[in-house]
């Protein structure tokens, strides 16, 4: 059993930066894989970045690509997601989520993780 906690969404303006964050607790996620998805108003819950296993190559979708960045801390069994340039676009509820048993092809399908956090707001408005 892995337990996720996320923290740090918040109201910001367009053109702010903010980063999120998600404990692991339960197990070590330093061996397997981590990933961010979001959810907006009225629509389906949608792949944001991962990092794969191990690996420190990042995947992000191409909505984020350039202003987020997914990064991972295994001595405080944390995942990070540092914001910048947030659109009113990202506003959103973010959830990590971890997959042990992940696949490379299901990267990016929300159906491959096992283990899923309650969820940051983050509001992005004028």
């Known amino acids: 059993q892995v337990q996720l906690v996320e923290s740090g969404g918040e109201l910001v303006q367009p053109g702010d930066s903010l980063t999120l964050s998600c404990a692991a607790s339960?197990?070590?996620?330093?061996?397997?894989?981590v990933a961010w998805f979001r959810r907006a108003p009225g629509k389906e819950r949608e792949f944001v970045s991962a990092?794969?296993?191990?690996?420190?190559?990042?995947y992000y979708a191409d909505s984020v690509k350039g202003r987020f960045t997914i990064s991972r801390d295994n001595a405080k069994n944390t995942v990070y997601l540092q914001m910048n340039r947030l659109i009113p676009e990202d506003t959103a509820v973010y959830y990590c989520?971890?997959?042990?048993?992940?696949?490379?092809?299901?990267?990016?399908?929300?159906?491959?993780?096992?283990?899923w956090g309650q969820g940051t707001r983050v509001t992005v408005s004028s």
């Open positions: 989520a971890v997959g042990p048993n992940l696949i490379l092809s299901q990267l990016r399908n929300p159906d491959g993780y096992n283990y």
């Open positions: 990092l794969w296993r191990r690996g420190s190559n990042p």
């Open positions: 339960g197990r070590t996620i330093r061996d397997i894989t």
